[in-house]
């Protein structure tokens, strides 16, 4: 059963945006997987306080988002490629209730942009204070990551009292010798200040599913009129 014009236009389309889509999902569920078995990373999933930390949390959407991606991709990839009208279908169904799951999230991430990066804080106040409890190195690198990449140095940022101050940056110029960003508050300004941008992601992210719902859409029109040409004519002949 082939289609042609638009119908084949939107076969094309679903084609590369199924393997652009596979490709995210990997990278995703790859990423997430890292996070989880990390050597680095590892030992805050077996640390029963941060169970319900933002990490932990993310890095479980991470691989289930992954997960879901793949899952999408092949009913999707299955259906343009054969022209199966029953796994395009389904495929049409879980991308519409992606696209709803991704701008529902995004706006609730900026609408809720205060308390999310209020949640953020205190995983790094969790993290900090099992650090100052246990000295794991596995949570002093993390620890380390978090105040390099963003400038920021343990509770208090005052060099004199910080617990921490070996995982800190270096300072940039004389006034942070003595005194950094503290990273609680470092960090619930960052997400305020990105939480327009999270939402753009997530949004535009979900116009995308929805140009390619349409497009499947389009292409189960085109293979039901093929489709019912065919019994036409086999009708007519027999």
Same mark, same amino acid.
């Given at each position: 059963?082939?289609?042609?014009?638009?119908?084949?236009? +939107?076969?094309?389309?679903? %084609?590369?945006?199924?393997?652009?889509?596979?490709?995210?999902?990997?990278?995703?569920?790859?990423?997430?997987?890292?996070?989880?078995?990390?050597?680095?990373?590892?030992?805050?999933?077996?640390?029963?306080?941060?169970?319900?930390?933002?990490?932990? %949390?993310?890095?479980?959407?991470? %691989? *289930?988002?992954?997960?879901?991606?793949?899952?999408?991709?092949?009913?999707?990839?299955?259906?343009?490629?054969?022209?199966?009208? +029953?796994?395009?279908?389904?495929?049409?169904?879980?991308?519409?209730?992606?696209?709803?799951?991704? #701008?529902?999230?995004? *706006?609730?991430?900026?609408?809720?942009? !205060?308390?999310?990066?209020?949640?953020?804080?205190?995983?790094?106040?969790?993290?900090?204070?099992?650090?100052?409890?246990?000295? !794991?190195?596995?949570?002093?690198?993390?620890?380390?990551?978090?105040?390099?990449?963003?400038?920021?140095?343990?509770?208090?940022?005052?060099?004199?009292?910080?617990?921490?101050?070996?995982? +800190?940056?270096?300072?940039?110029?004389?006034?942070?010798?003595?005194?950094?960003?503290?990273?609680?508050?470092? %960090?619930?300004?960052?997400? !305020?200040?990105?939480?327009?941008?999270?939402?753009?992601?997530? #949004?535009?992210?979900?116009?995308?599913?929805?140009?390619?719902? &349409?497009?499947?859409?389009?292409?189960?029109?085109?293979?039901?009129? &093929?489709?019912?040409? *065919?019994?036409?004519?086999?009708?007519?002949?027999?």
């Amino acid at each position: 059963m082939a289609v042609d014009g638009c119908g084949l236009v +939107c076969k094309y389309i679903l %084609i590369i945006f199924n393997i652009i889509f596979a490709l995210l999902g990997f990278a995703f569920l790859c990423l997430g997987l890292w996070f989880r078995f990390s050597g680095n990373t590892r030992a805050l999933f077996s640390i029963g306080e941060l169970n319900s930390s933002a990490f932990v %949390i993310g890095v479980t959407v991470l %691989i *289930v988002l992954g997960v879901i991606m793949l899952i999408v991709v092949s009913f999707g990839d299955y259906g343009a490629c054969n022209e199966k009208k +029953c796994a395009l279908q389904v495929f049409s169904v879980l991308l519409f209730l992606l696209a709803v799951a991704e #701008v529902a999230v995004g *706006v609730l991430a900026y609408s809720k942009r !205060d308390m999310v990066g209020l949640k953020l804080g205190e995983f790094y106040t969790s993290l900090y204070t099992l650090y100052v409890h246990t000295g !794991d190195p596995a949570i002093a690198v993390t620890l380390a990551f978090i105040h390099n990449s963003l400038h920021c140095c343990g509770m208090t940022g005052v060099s004199l009292v910080e617990i921490v101050q070996q995982t +800190c940056p270096k300072p940039d110029g004389f006034l942070e010798r003595i005194v950094m960003p503290n990273c609680p508050t470092t %960090i619930a300004n960052i997400f !305020d200040s990105k939480a327009s941008l999270v939402m753009g992601v997530f #949004v535009g992210t979900g116009a995308l599913l929805i140009t390619a719902l &349409v497009c499947a859409v389009i292409l189960l029109n085109k293979l039901k009129k &093929v489709q019912q040409a *065919v019994n036409s004519y086999y009708s007519a002949v027999y």
